[in-house]
C-alpha cells in the first residue's frame, strides 16, 4: 500500500489522512456505542428481544420434544432424558473408580515404602527397590 | 497460509492480501503446540501434564496447576510456538499442569461450582501430587478459574496450596454501576431461570455475544481492520490468526454455573460478602493463607480492577501482593507485551515460593 519514499526515507502512503480520519471516526463511533450497551435502555432492550424469542419459540420446541419423545417410545428407544441420566450415573461412576484409583495408588506407595524400609535380621542383604514389589511378598507368605 | 508477496503488480498484491485475509479468518490457526501428556481425566475434564524441558535438578520442586475459565478454551496460555506462556514457564523450569475443562454436554446442565470445586479439582489436584510426588503445589486461576480457584482455597486451601495466583479474578459484585454485565442480568430484564430451561447450558455463542458486545465497535469493525491494516506484516497476521482461532472457539457455560454465576455473585454478591455456600460449607475467603499474587488489567472491561482489589483485605495470607499491568483482559496473558511484563513478574514472584 506504500508508495514513493518521501524525504526523511518513509514511504508515502496517500491511504494515511482517510485512516487516520476513519481512526479518529471510528473511535468516537466506539466511545458512543460502549455508552449505549451500557444504558439501562440496551439492557432492557435485549432482555425483551431475549424473552420474546423463548416465549415464541417455546411452544414450538415443547411440540418438538414430546413428538420425538413419543416417537421413541413406540420404537422402542431410551429417551433424551433417559441417555443423559445414564451419563451423569456414568459421571458418578468415573469418581468412585478415581477414587479407587488413588487409594489404590496409596497403597501401592505404602507396600514400596515398607518393602524398602531396612530390615531386622542384621548380615541379611537388602533387597533391591524393584524385588520388594507385593507378588514376592505373598510368596513368603504361602510358604 | 498465503501471505501478500512483495511484488510490483498491483492487483496481484491485492489479490494476495485478499487471500491472506479470507484464510485468516476462515480458517484455524495451529494453536497448543507445546507437547503434553493427558494424565487423568473425569467427564469431559482433562488434566494434561506438560512435558518438561528441563532436567529434574534443574526443576523447581512445588508444580504449577493452570485453571482457566470454563467458558473458554484453556489453549490461550499455550496460543502459539513462540509466544505461549506454558512454553515460557516451562523453559524456567517449571512442572507444568493443566486442568482443562472441556465442554459440557446437556448432561452436565447441573454442574454448579460446588462440582468443580469440590468434586473435580480435589481430584485432579490428588493426581498431581501422585505423579510430581510433592505434597505441595501452586494454583494459577485466570478469569472464571480465578473463582474456582479462590473457592478451593478457601475450602481446601490446608490441602498443600502454597501459592495461588489470580489473574483478572472476578470476585467482588457489588459495584453494579461499573458492571456492565451486572447490568445486562439484572432481575429486571433477565430470566435466568427461563434462559436455562429453554438452553440447558449457556450456549457459547450468547456468551461470546456478551463479551464483544461490551465493545461492540472494536470486535465487530475494529479487529478486522486492524488486521487489514496490517495484513502485509506476516508475525502481525500470525498472532491475529491464532488469536481469533481461540475468540471463535466458543464452550458452552454449565447451566448450574451460569444459575450461580449471575444470581449469587453478580445479583447478591455473595462470595464477597462471605455468604456464598458450597455444598453446605461456607466459603470464607480469611480461610486463605496461601501465599497470594493477584495480577490485574488496567484496561480490562469484563473484570475491572474493583472486582479483583477486594480480596487482597480478605485473605489471611501474609504474604501477598497485587500486580497492575497495562493491557486488557486477555492481552495481559496472550498480547504482544505479555512476555515482556505479566510473564516474567509471574515467574519472578513464583521462582522464589516455589523452592
Known sequence: MAEGPTHDGKRLDPMEPWRAARDLYMDAWGKTMVDMVNSEAYAQATGAMLDSYMTVSAPFREAVEKAMLKTLEQMAMPSRADVLSIAERLTNIEMRLDDLDAT???????????????????????????????????????? | ????????????????????????????????????????????????????????????????LLVFALMNR???????????????????????????????????????????????????IRKLKA???????????????????????????????????????????SNKQGLTFARWTDERYFDVDKVLATFGNMPGEMIDYGAKAL????????????????????????????????????????????????????????????????????VDMSRIHANLLTVIAEGDHITPSCQSEPIMSKVSSVDKELFRVRGGHIGIMAGSGASKYTWPHIDGWLASRSR
Open chain 1, 104 to 143: 489404590l495408588g496409596d497403597i501401592q506407595r505404602l507396600l514400596v515404602k515398607v518393602g524398602t524400609a531396612p530390615r531386622p535380621q542384621a548380615g541379611k542383604a537388602q533387597p533391591s527397590k524393584k524385588k520388594t514389589t507385593r507378588p514376592q511378598r505373598a510368596k513368603r507368605g504361602k510358604k
Open chain 2, 1 to 64: 497460509m498465503a501471505e501478500a508477496t512483495a511484488t510490483t503488480d498491483p492487483v496481484i498484491a491485492a489479490v494476495d492480501r485478499l487471500q491472506t485475509l479470507h484464510n485468516a479468518i476462515t480458517t484455524k490457526a495451529a494453536i497448543a503446540q507445546t507437547p503434553k501428556e493427558l494424565v487423568w481425566t473425569l467427564n469431559k475434564a482433562k488434566l494434561y501434564r506438560y512435558v518438561p524441558v528441563l532436567p529434574k535438578e534443574k526443576r523447581h520442586p512445588i508444580p504449577l
Open chain 2, 74 to 124: 484453556p489453549y490461550i496460555l499455550d496460543l502459539r510456538r513462540g509466544h505461549s506462556f506454558v512454553e515460557y514457564m516451562l523453559n524456567k523450569g517449571y512442572d507444568l499442569y493443566l486442568l482443562d475443562w472441556g465442554v459440557p454436554g446437556p448432561e452436565d446442565k447441573n454442574l454448579k461450582f460446588d462440582d468443580y470445586t469440590l468434586d473435580y479439582m480435589p481430584r485432579a
Open chain 2, 131 to 173: 505423579i510430581s510426588g510433592v505434597e505441595e503445589f501452586s494454583l494459577l486461576g485466570w478469569c472464571i478459574g480465578a473463582i474456582l480457584t479462590t473457592i478451593y482455597a478457601a475450602l481446601r486451601g490446608d490441602e498443600g496450596l502454597r501459592n495461588l495466583i489470580l489473574l483478572t479474578a472476578p470476585l467482588d459484585f
Open chain 2, 215 to 282: 465493545k461492540p465497535v472494536e470486535n465487530y469493525i475494529g479487529n478486522y481492520v486492524k488486521l487489514w491494516d496490517n495484513i502485509d506484516d506476516p508475525r502481525m497476521v500470525e498472532g491475529w490468526h491464532a488469536m481469533n482461532t481461540w475468540v471463535t472457539d466458543n464452550v458452552p457455560l454449565a447451566g448450574g454455573v451460569f444459575r450461580q454465576l449471575i444470581v449469587d455473585l453478580y445479583r447478591k454478591d455473595k462470595l464477597m460478602r462471605g455468604e456464598l455456600m458450597i455444598r453446605g460449607e461456607r
